[in-house]
């Protein structure tokens, strides 16, 4: 009884494929590419606002860098578009659309200074570590594809997303979280 039950529930999760649903992994690729080229143009327009409300310059200067990075991986996205012959499209990334609305929930529930530097932090490392599986896997897509230039060009990407993931991390261990902290302790 209870096997058919959990059949029966298990039916019930089967999400149903609209018509126009990727047959293969190079539909898939296709999707993701087109995911990921808007998440990028989303973030480098909503960078500017966490550079305005960054108080370290050391985090404004990471932050600048990171914008001046994205417009890079836009750019490299369209070579990537043109090397595997897929029209360069974006498609709504509903993922970034959420990360981006919470990092102004974040900031709006923080003063300016340390704390909402700290949670300026923890926002654009959301977003890196969500860029950073979407360029491992699309990369892991490229070369299963046999699409070595896309490869070789995501896999540069990826690289740079870590880089800038362990930035924020070196940014926020060397004071900003203590400092963020210490206020906590005089309230």
């Known amino acids: 009884m209870e096997s058919k039950m959990n059949k029966q529930e298990s039916e019930k999760e089967v999400v149903k494929a609209k018509a126009n649903a990727a047959q293969g992994l190079r539909e898939l690729f296709e999707v993701g590419l087109k995911d990921i080229y808007s998440a990028e143009k989303v973030l480098s327009k909503s960078l500017p606002k966490m550079v305005s409300n960054a108080?370290?310059?050391e985090l404004v200067t990471a932050?600048?860098?990171h914008l001046t990075e994205t417009e890079h991986h836009v750019s490299r996205l369209e070579k990537i578009f043109e090397v595997t012959g897929i029209k360069p499209t974006?498609?709504?990334?509903?993922?970034m659309e959420g990360?981006?609305?919470?990092s102004n929930v974040t900031m709006e529930a923080t003063k300016l200074g340390n704390v909402r530097d700290a949670g300026i932090i923890a926002a654009g490392q959301k977003v890196k570590h969500y860029e950073i599986a979407t360029y491992g896997t699309l990369h892991a897509f490229?070369?299963?594809l046999g699409e070595s230039k896309a490869a070789e060009m995501l896999a540069m990407t990826l690289?740079?997303?870590k880089k800038t993931d362990a930035a924020l991390t070196?940014?926020?261990l060397s004071a900003i979280n203590k400092q963020a902290a210490s206020?906590?302790?005089k309230h």
């Open 55 to 57: 108080s370290s310059p």
């Open 183 to 185: 206020l906590s302790m």
């Open 170 to 172: 070196g940014i926020a």
């Open 99 to 102: 990360l981006i609305k919470e």
């Open 142 to 144: 490229a070369q299963t």
């Open 90 to 95: 974006a498609k709504k990334c509903e993922t």
């Open 63 to 65: 932050l600048k860098n």
């Open 159 to 161: 690289n740079e997303q």
